[in-house]
């Protein structure tokens, strides 16, 4: 089932489109983003609420590749692979994330951090090579700016992990 | 020299808001329109000999005029403005999108006016976020301000306008398949006639246009015809953004005259080729145009004399191609690109393209074979225009059959060493 959120907010979409088949996209980028992925229970959730057949919702589904109908880490980096980025190092680029992440394309590290796709031109073709992180676009890239911004990612990880396990403690005593 | 669609941009800043953008004479163009006939707006642009800048430079009121207008008209028209930018190499309507968003808004709705459009939307790629962000707080401010909505300015003209933002793939782009991705269905390209400005989104009339030929509308209304052709080195009219990607110096985008030759764009904006790199050939305009060599860097960059020096305007942002990158590798890189984006419909592009791949990948790893290279000529041969349902095939052989032709002695080199020369 969607839930109240997720509802809410396809709802919200509708005044843009004049009719409920249209929505479709909209709805599968709001259960992705509220899910990380859209699984068979998601298309399954948004064919009910848009009353299509999952079938059908499953081709729209799988035509996108903004959506994923497989689970990815917590961040995904899409590496540009179109020809200036080629031209420019993208080849060293992929190379340096297996040798330092230990993932190819289409890959997720272990610790599920990291998930590692191709994508077509990202329109920063004069900042060659280039890449986005979730939704932050990086340009001008080499083997060295792509550890500090690995470093970055990592080093949020670590504040987000302790915050996690300091939450209990900070005062959440319901746990019997 | 003037730069109409680019002046009020600096690239680190926030854009204009509406407040600045109505100082620096903005929307007086819509305010102007509206007080003209429809037709007349389609007769300035007709007269501006404005062609459309998402690659095909078809003539923008031509386009226009195949929308049925009076009483009698089917309602509600949609007007479509293309912020698909996927093509690789190109990065110009971006610039457009981040830098000034009331531009395009106002050029949609001034263009909407001239066809009586009563819906509009910007169908843009997901990854342009920041664009996102800003087309819709401009789009908010428009509607706050009465430029979008009922009786626009006071007038009896009205227009929704939405912001639609694609779930991905390049074939979005293509605008039939655009109109079916805003339907909620897979981006198949529909078959034409029914041209989509008789029969287009939800079977309605519909324009679908790119996002620089819009923002050309406003200053053409504004400032008129005669003005807008003088901007220009040639027979079409306006300024054309150029961009320069590779190995140069100073890669980059700028507003240029139409028709400023590409040894000019190379040479003079880009500074030339960095140290140590020679150049040897270029893609003008995106990964879907014939390849050009050094015979032809005094082309002048318009639509009638990139066709006749054998390729195409194409998005006008040029790829260079340098001696220290193996020619057959790059075009391994673009047929990969395409063979990965072909919708699947017609047997010559998805079949062909995944073979033209698996060659060039054979080639690039000392797997070449002499027959190869007739292999590869059949397949440009199958994809080229007629084959096919939609322009990608056509555009995939293009950089092909160019390639073959002008690197022969690089493909050769690939199979009489069985490797790549530029691999160690
Ligand atoms: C595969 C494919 C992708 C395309 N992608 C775009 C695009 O991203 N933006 C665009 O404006 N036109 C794109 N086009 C061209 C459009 O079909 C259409 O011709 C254009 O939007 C019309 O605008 P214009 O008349 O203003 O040039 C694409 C065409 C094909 C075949
Ligand atoms: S040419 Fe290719 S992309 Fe176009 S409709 Fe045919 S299969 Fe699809």
Redesign the pocket.
């Known amino acids: 089932m969607l839930s109240e959120e997720e509802k809410q907010e396809i709802e919200a979409q509708s005044q843009h489109y004049p009719t409920t088949r249209a929505l479709c996209i909209e709805a599968l980028k709001i259960v992705q983003e509220h899910r990380g992925w859209v699984s068979d229970e998601g298309i399954a959730d948004v064919a009910e609420a848009l009353q299509m057949a999952a079938a059908e919702l499953e081709g729209v589904a799988t035509f996108y590749n903004m959506i994923f109908r497989k689970p990815v880490g917590r961040h995904v980096i899409l590496l540009c692979d179109s020809v200036s980025c080629w031209i420019m190092g993208y080849d060293r680029l992929r190379e340096h994330f297996r040798a330092r992440l230990g993932i190819g394309l289409g890959e997720t590290t272990a610790d599920g951090c990291f998930t590692l796709l191709p994508n077509v031109c990202l329109g920063a073709c004069d900042h060659a090579p280039a890449m986005m992180i979730d939704s932050t676009h990086y340009q001008d890239l080499d083997p060295d700016r792509l550890d500090e911004i690995l470093a970055k990612y990592r080093m949020e990880e670590i504040r987000e992990e302790k915050k996690e396990k300091r939450g209990p403690a900070d005062g959440n005593t319901a746990d019997p | 020299m003037e730069t109409p669609l680019t002046r009020s941009i600096a690239p680190e800043k926030a854009p204009p808001d509406l407040a600045q953008y109505e100082k620096a004479g903005g929307y007086a163009a819509l305010r102007k329109a509206l007080r003209m006939a429809p037709g007349d707006v389609t007769a300035a642009v007709k007269e501006a000999n404005l062609r459309g800048r998402g690659g095909a430079g078809f003539p923008t009121a031509q386009k226009w005029s195949f929308v049925p207008m009076g009483d009698d008209a089917p309602h509600p028209k949609y007007f479509i403005c293309n912020a698909d930018e996927m093509e690789p190499g190109t990065f110009k309507d971006r610039l457009l999108l981040e830098g000034d968003p009331h531009q395009l808004i106002e050029g949609m709705i001034v263009s909407a006016y001239a066809v009586q459009a009563d819906v509009g939307y910007i169908f843009l790629r997901w990854a342009y976020k920041l664009a996102a962000q800003r087309l819709e707080q401009a789009i908010a401010e428009a509607y706050h301000r009465g430029y979008l909505g009922r009786n626009i300015a006071g007038s009896s003209y009205s227009l929704e306008l939405h912001l639609h933002v694609s779930a991905g793939r390049y074939?979005c782009g293509?605008e039939t398949a655009l109109l079916n991705a805003l339907e909620g269905k897979r981006a198949?390209?529909r078959a034409k006639p029914p041209y989509p400005q008789v029969s287009g989104l939800w079977g309605k009339p519909t324009v679908v246009n790119n996002v620089e030929t819009l923002c050309c509308v406003p200053h053409i209304v504004n400032k008129g015809a005669a003005w807008f052709k003088n901007l220009s080195r040639s027979g079409d009219g306006g300024t054309k953004l150029y961009g320069v990607s590779g190995r140069v110096k100073k890669p980059g985008l700028w507003e240029l005259p139409m028709g400023t030759p590409i040894r000019e764009i190379l040479e003079e904006h880009a500074g030339g080729m960095r140290n140590g790199y020679r150049f040897r050939g270029l893609l003008p305009g995106g990964a879907s145009t014939d390849f050009m060599i050094a015979d032809h860097l005094d082309v002048a960059m318009d639509f009638d004399s990139m066709q006749a020096a054998g390729s195409r305007l194409g998005t006008g942002t040029m790829i260079i191609l340098d001696d220290r990158t193996c020619p057959v590798g790059m075009l391994h890189n673009l047929e990969h690109f395409f063979a990965q984006e072909?919708?699947?419909?017609?047997t010559p592009?998805?079949s062909g393209l995944s073979w033209v791949e698996q060659i060039l990948k054979g080639l690039e790893d000392g797997k070449g074979e002499a027959s190869d290279l007739e292999r590869l000529q059949s397949h440009a041969r199958l994809l080229s225009p007629g084959h096919?349902?939609?322009a990608?095939?056509p555009g995939a052989a293009e950089p092909l059959q160019s390639g073959l032709k002008y690197f022969r002695d690089d493909f050769d080199r690939h199979i009489r060493e069985k490797r790549c020369p530029w691999r160690s």
Do not use: R, V, Y
């Open positions: 074939m293509e198949n390209p072909s919708c699947g419909w017609c592009c998805w096919t349902f939609c990608l095939a």
